[in-house]
């Protein structure tokens, strides 16, 4: 299993970008996959997940209205088109995948599979 972030780059404040995971080796059934994202000496936090069992969606209140994920399923790729980005946006940004959780979380313990990360950097 293997997943590949990519779509990161360097924007000014109040741009946008798309992020897409490309996920291999397993279906994206009854999954939940999620995109975290890391800001330098800072831990890993959830901004937005989804399940692919039911479509219900999770995003954090940082990001809401602003971001939004998609599933592709007949590409395996899951999406994320962030708009109106901050400064506060910039870090490294994950997509992580489980068949542990039956709802969308934020809990990255709850996650097993991750990609290896896109920087995104937010000048003002």
């Known amino acids: 299993v293997s997943l590949v972030e990519s779509g990161g780059g360097e924007v000014q404040s109040g741009e946008s970008l798309r992020l897409s995971c490309v996920i291999s080796g397993v279906t994206l059934e009854n999954s939940v996959i999620a995109w975290f994202r890391r800001a330098p000496g800072q831990e890993a936090g959830g901004i937005s997940c989804?399940?692919?069992?039911?479509?219900?969606?999770y995003y954090a209140d940082s990001v809401k209205g602003r971001l939004a994920i998609s599933v592709n399923d007949a590409k395996n790729t899951i999406s994320l088109q962030m708009n109106k980005l901050e400064p506060e946006d910039s870090a490294v940004y994950y997509c992580?995948?489980?068949?542990?959780?039956?709802?969308?979380?934020?809990?990255?313990?709850?996650?097993?599979?991750w990609g290896q990360g896109t920087q995104v950097t937010v000048s003002a």
């Open positions: 989804i399940s692919t069992a039911d479509g219900s969606t």
């Open positions: 992580a995948t489980t068949r542990a959780a039956s709802t969308p979380t934020p809990n990255p313990g709850m996650y097993h599979v």
